[in-house]
Protein backbone atom coordinates (compact mmCIF):
# COMPACT_ATOMS: atom_id res chain seq x y z
CA UNK A 1 0.00 0.00 0.00
CA UNK A 2 0.77 3.73 -0.74
CA UNK A 3 0.37 6.04 2.07
CA UNK A 4 0.20 9.86 1.02
CA UNK A 5 -0.22 12.44 3.50
CA UNK A 6 -0.98 16.28 3.27
CA UNK A 7 0.59 19.06 4.94
CA UNK A 8 0.50 22.83 4.66
CA UNK A 9 -3.06 23.40 4.68
CA UNK A 10 -4.72 26.49 6.71
CA UNK A 11 -6.79 29.98 6.30
CA UNK A 12 -5.06 32.54 3.87
CA UNK A 13 -6.56 36.02 2.70
CA UNK A 14 -7.69 36.45 -1.09
CA UNK A 15 -4.72 37.05 -3.26
CA UNK A 16 -2.48 35.56 -0.81
CA UNK A 17 -0.65 32.32 -1.30
CA UNK A 18 0.04 28.84 0.06
CA UNK A 19 1.85 25.75 -0.60
CA UNK A 20 0.77 22.19 -0.04
CA UNK A 21 2.76 18.83 0.37
CA UNK A 22 1.99 15.42 -0.21
CA UNK A 23 4.86 13.08 1.33
CA UNK A 24 4.32 9.31 0.33
CA UNK A 25 5.92 6.00 2.10
CA UNK A 26 5.38 2.67 1.72
CA UNK A 27 4.57 1.29 -2.00
CA UNK A 28 6.45 2.34 -4.90
CA UNK A 29 6.33 6.35 -5.64
CA UNK A 30 8.52 6.36 -8.96
CA UNK A 31 7.23 5.67 -11.94
CA UNK A 32 3.11 6.80 -11.71
CA UNK A 33 1.83 9.93 -11.84
CA UNK A 34 0.27 12.04 -9.06
CA UNK A 35 -2.48 14.52 -8.36
CA UNK A 36 -4.40 17.12 -6.45
CA UNK A 37 -8.03 16.89 -6.09
CA UNK A 38 -10.43 19.31 -4.25
CA UNK A 39 -13.86 18.88 -2.54
CA UNK A 40 -15.90 22.37 -1.22
CA UNK A 41 -18.60 21.64 1.53
CA UNK A 42 -21.17 19.79 0.19
CA UNK A 43 -20.00 19.54 -3.79
CA UNK A 44 -18.05 16.80 -5.99
CA UNK A 45 -14.41 16.32 -5.63
CA UNK A 46 -12.95 18.04 -8.67
CA UNK A 47 -9.38 17.29 -10.19
CA UNK A 48 -7.16 20.09 -9.69
CA UNK A 49 -3.88 19.01 -11.66
CA UNK A 50 -1.96 15.79 -12.55
CA UNK A 51 1.87 15.27 -12.61
CA UNK A 52 3.48 12.25 -14.68
CA UNK A 53 6.57 10.54 -13.14
CA UNK A 54 9.10 12.61 -14.63
CA UNK A 55 7.45 15.87 -14.48
CA UNK A 56 7.23 16.33 -17.91
CA UNK A 57 3.50 15.87 -18.27
CA UNK A 58 1.32 18.13 -16.28
CA UNK A 59 -1.97 19.38 -16.59
CA UNK A 60 -4.22 22.14 -14.56
CA UNK A 61 -7.95 22.59 -14.33
CA UNK A 62 -9.33 25.36 -15.88
CA UNK A 63 -10.05 26.91 -12.88
CA UNK A 64 -6.80 27.43 -10.79
CA UNK A 65 -4.55 27.22 -14.66
CA UNK A 66 -2.03 30.58 -14.11
CA UNK A 67 -2.42 30.50 -10.55
CA UNK A 68 -1.47 26.98 -9.63
CA UNK A 69 1.90 25.00 -9.79
CA UNK A 70 2.75 21.28 -9.47
CA UNK A 71 5.85 19.90 -9.02
CA UNK A 72 7.42 16.63 -7.78
CA UNK A 73 10.76 15.97 -5.48
CA UNK A 74 11.20 12.25 -6.28
CA UNK A 75 14.45 11.69 -4.27
CA UNK A 76 11.91 13.22 -1.39
CA UNK A 77 8.83 10.94 -2.26
CA UNK A 78 7.12 14.59 -2.19
CA UNK A 79 4.01 16.01 -4.15
CA UNK A 80 3.84 19.98 -4.32
CA UNK A 81 0.79 22.01 -5.51
CA UNK A 82 2.19 25.99 -5.27
CA UNK A 83 -1.19 27.95 -5.01
CA UNK A 84 -1.10 31.73 -5.83
CA UNK A 85 -3.65 34.55 -6.26
CA UNK A 86 -5.84 32.54 -4.30
CA UNK A 87 -9.53 33.26 -4.60
CA UNK A 88 -12.37 32.33 -1.96
CA UNK A 89 -13.87 29.74 -4.24
CA UNK A 90 -10.47 27.95 -4.08
CA UNK A 91 -12.04 26.85 -0.11
CA UNK A 92 -11.99 23.23 0.33
CA UNK A 93 -10.04 20.13 1.51
CA UNK A 94 -7.53 19.04 -0.87
CA UNK A 95 -6.52 16.04 -1.39
CA UNK A 96 -3.12 13.99 -3.24
CA UNK A 97 -3.71 11.15 -4.86
CA UNK A 98 -1.66 8.62 -7.47
CA UNK A 99 -2.44 6.09 -9.72
CA UNK A 100 -1.17 2.53 -10.31
CA UNK A 101 2.21 1.64 -10.74
CA UNK A 102 3.15 3.03 -14.16
CA UNK A 103 -0.16 4.57 -15.56
CA UNK A 104 1.08 8.31 -16.57
CA UNK A 105 -1.93 11.31 -16.35
CA UNK A 106 -5.54 10.56 -17.79
CA UNK A 107 -5.42 12.25 -21.43
CA UNK A 108 -8.92 14.12 -20.47
CA UNK A 109 -7.77 17.96 -19.30
CA UNK A 110 -10.25 17.21 -15.97
CA UNK A 111 -9.04 15.11 -13.68
CA UNK A 112 -11.12 11.53 -12.94
CA UNK A 113 -10.78 10.73 -9.28
CA UNK A 114 -11.49 7.24 -10.61
CA UNK A 115 -8.63 7.05 -12.64
CA UNK A 116 -6.70 7.24 -8.88
CA UNK A 117 -6.17 4.32 -6.58
CA UNK A 118 -4.52 5.67 -3.45
CA UNK A 119 -5.71 8.88 -1.26
CA UNK A 120 -4.47 10.77 0.95
CA UNK A 121 -6.45 11.96 3.90
CA UNK A 122 -7.17 15.72 3.05
CA UNK A 123 -6.36 18.63 4.41
CA UNK A 124 -8.04 21.76 4.71
CA UNK A 125 -7.46 24.92 2.77
CA UNK A 126 -9.50 28.03 3.46
CA UNK A 127 -9.40 31.19 2.12
CA UNK A 128 -11.20 34.40 3.53
CA UNK A 129 -10.67 37.65 4.09
Known amino acids: QLQLVESGGGLVQPGGSLRLSCTAS????????VGWFRQAPGKEREGVSCISHSGTNIYYADAVKGRFTTSRDNAKNTLYLHMNSLKPEDTGVYFC??????????????????????WGQGIQVTVSS
Open 97 to 118: AARGLYFSCPDSAAASAAAYVY
Open 26 to 33: GATWDHRA
